[in-house]
């Protein structure tokens, strides 16, 4: 199955005891300082030299039925 990831790693301040998501807890808070509301990623900015890729996006809904219509 393919899948994105569309987070990073060490950007949550939380501090949940047995998350997978931060190794430095450090380095979380200081990519949280970094975060711009105005770039297009999640902190810092993108660089210059920077490589963007659209990906193609297709659903992979199948009609999944619902509940309340079947009674």
Same mark, same amino acid.
């Given at each position: 199955m393919e899948s994105v990831d569309i987070g990073s790693y060490d950007s949550c301040g939380n501090g949940c005891k047995y998350c997978y998501g931060v190794y430095s807890r450090e380095r979380a =808070? %200081?990519?949280r300082e970094n975060?711009?509301?105005k770039s297009? %990623?999640?902190f810092?900015?993108?660089p210059q030299d920077a490589v963007i890729t659209? =990906?193609?996006v297709k659903s992979l809904k199948d009609g999944q039925m619902d509940f309340f219509h079947l009674i």
């Open positions: =808070r %200081v990519n975060h711009d509301p297009p %990623v999640l810092g900015s993108v659209e =990906r193609p």
